[in-house]
């Protein structure tokens, strides 16, 4: 059974940093691309950032390129965000995905599946 879990968020001022984990189990993981997407209060989940199962590929929404960097250890079976430069409209539930065919990659949430809890990132301004 396949399991996710993200942990890392919380309160931080503008201008201050985080690093988010994905924790992944159940499944050989390095064939696989982990997006991580957000939610913030009603708005519509969105992309954040995906890396694919070799971590050579990754790609960006323009709203939070040059501020986060997303990476991987598969031997570990994690994937990390780190955000740099946080910003209030930051705010919102981070949730990391499984993309659900081997060596797919994209940023569509309809292509992802085996969310996990998600965890709260809120930015002070």
């Known amino acids: 059974q396949v399991q996710v879990a993200e942990s890392g968020g919380g309160l931080v001022q503008a201008g201050g940093s985080l690093r988010l984990s994905c924790a992944l189990s159940?499944?050989?993981?390095?064939?696989?691309?982990v997006g991580w997407f957000r939610q913030a209060p009603g708005l519509e989940r969105e992309f954040v950032s995906a890396i694919s199962g070799s971590g050579r590929t990754t790609d960006y929404a323009d709203s939070v390129k040059g501020r986060f960097t997303i990476s991987r250890d598969n031997a570990e079976n994690t994937v990390y965000l780190q955000m740099n430069g946080l910003r209030p409209e930051d705010t919102a539930v981070y949730y990391c995905?499984?993309?659900?065919?081997?060596?797919?990659?994209?940023?569509?949430?309809?292509?992802?599946?085996?969310w996990g809890q998600g965890t709260q990132v809120t930015v002070s301004s």
């Open positions: 159940g499944r050989t993981f390095s064939k696989y691309t």
């Open positions: 995905a499984v993309y659900k065919t081997i060596y797919g990659f994209g940023s569509k949430i309809q292509d992802y599946d085996c």
